[in-house]
């Protein structure tokens, strides 16, 4: 076994370029990763908001159209009692031969 004294000296030396810098990249690699993650977590909760707007808008719309419905069966209700009173002759009443 022919070791040198640099050969191991560089392997087991503290401040090993080659450690450092794999250290530093590994540090980079985990930084973008948790931003890519954080990006993704912010999009989605947009994409949530919209969708709760989205469905607060049809059931407020829903709750529009329901009424509109009782007020178009209400007018429809009335237009049918005055066409049944159509042509039926108003009864007039006198209290007294005076009036």
Known sequence: M???FSSI?????PYNPKGFIFGVAGGVVIWEYDKSK???RVKE??????REHQANK???MEKRMVSLEDAVRVSMNNIL???R?????EIVRRR???W
């Open 2 to 4: 022919d070791h040198s």
């Open 9 to 13: 000296h560089s392997s087991i030396h």
């Open 38 to 40: 954080e990006k993704e």
């Open 45 to 50: 909760e947009k994409a949530k908001k919209a």
């Open 58 to 60: 049809i059931m407020e």
């Open 81 to 83: 009692e005055q066409q």
């Open 85 to 89: 009173h159509v042509g039926e002759p």
């Open 96 to 98: 007294g031969w005076l």
